[in-house]
T-cell receptor, first 115, second 110 residues
Framework: DVKVTQSSRYLVKRTGEKVFLECVQD?????MFWYRQDPGLGLRLIYF???????EKGDIPEGYSVSREKKERFSLILESASTNQTSMYLC??????????????FGPGTRLTVL | GIQVEQSPPDLILQEGANSTLRCNFS?????LQWFHQNPWGQLINLFY???GTKQNGRLSATTVATERYSLLYISSSQTTDSGVYFC????????????FGAGTQVVVTP
């Protein structure tokens, strides 16, 4: 079974703090994704990566950066957290195998509150 | 970008009832997935179904790509089926990106 893990289920931070959200997958997937989920706005893609050290902006990258130094790990960084970044953050991974191309598997999510 | 519409937005079922959830999309897709989000927020994969029909226990799904819709069937519903069901598609012009629908909130009562 694919396993995607995230470093925290719940996180509380102060405005202006630098925040790191970590995601690890154990299936040797090439692609990794970060989404945020907000009531009324659904799931929105922040950043994704299709290879080590590669990154692509999603629909809402402002205020975020990412790092992918190893294939299995994808980090989301909030350089200076703000209250409007309070949200549920979901990480996903997928393979480029043709049979199940880009079937995405999600981690359990991190509920981040910025005070 | 591609539009994904799910209906109905809310569904209340009595245990044992059957139901159909619908997902319409506005353009051709490479990938279509159905997910169930449980009360703890975890998104669970139900089906990877860009076309055709699949069954998994009490759940089945059909995607008619030429007519741009997908259906998720829940039979003999149980309280554990409660949660939000999402349809997500990958458009040909948006490699890697899944566009999610707004979801269908399902409540199964005993």
């Amino acid at each position: 079974d694919v396993k995607v893990t995230q470093s925290s289920r719940y996180l509380v931070k102060r405005t202006g703090e630098k925040v790191f959200l970590e995601c690890v997958q154990d299936m040797d997937h090439e692609n990794m994704f970060w989404y945020r989920q907000d009531p009324g706005l659904g799931l929105r893609l922040i950043y994704f990566s299709y290879d080590v050290k590669m990154k692509e902006k999603g629909d809402i990258p402002e205020g975020y950066s990412v790092s992918r130094e190893k294939k299995e790990r994808f980090s989301l960084i909030l350089e200076s957290a703000s209250t409007n970044q309070t949200s549920m953050y979901l990480c996903a991974s997928s393979s480029r195998l043709a049979a199940r191309y880009n079937e995405q598997f999600f981690g359990p999510g991190t509920r981040l509150t910025v005070l | 970008g591609i539009q994904v519409e799910q209906s109905p937005p809310d569904l209340i079922l009595q245990e044992g009832a059957n139901s159909t959830l619908r997902c319409n999309f506005s353009d051709s897709v490479n990938n279509l997935q159905w997910f169930h989000q449980n009360p703890w927020g975890q998104l669970i994969n139900l089906f990877y179904i860009p076309s055709g029909t699949k069954q998994n226990g009490r759940l089945s799904a059909t995607t008619v790509a030429t007519e741009r819709y997908s259906l998720l069937y829940i039979s003999s519903s149980q309280t554990t089926d409660s949660g939000v069901y999402f349809c997500a598609v990958e458009h040909g012009d948006s490699w890697g990106k899944l566009q999610f629908g707004a979801g269908t909130q399902v409540v199964v009562t005993p």
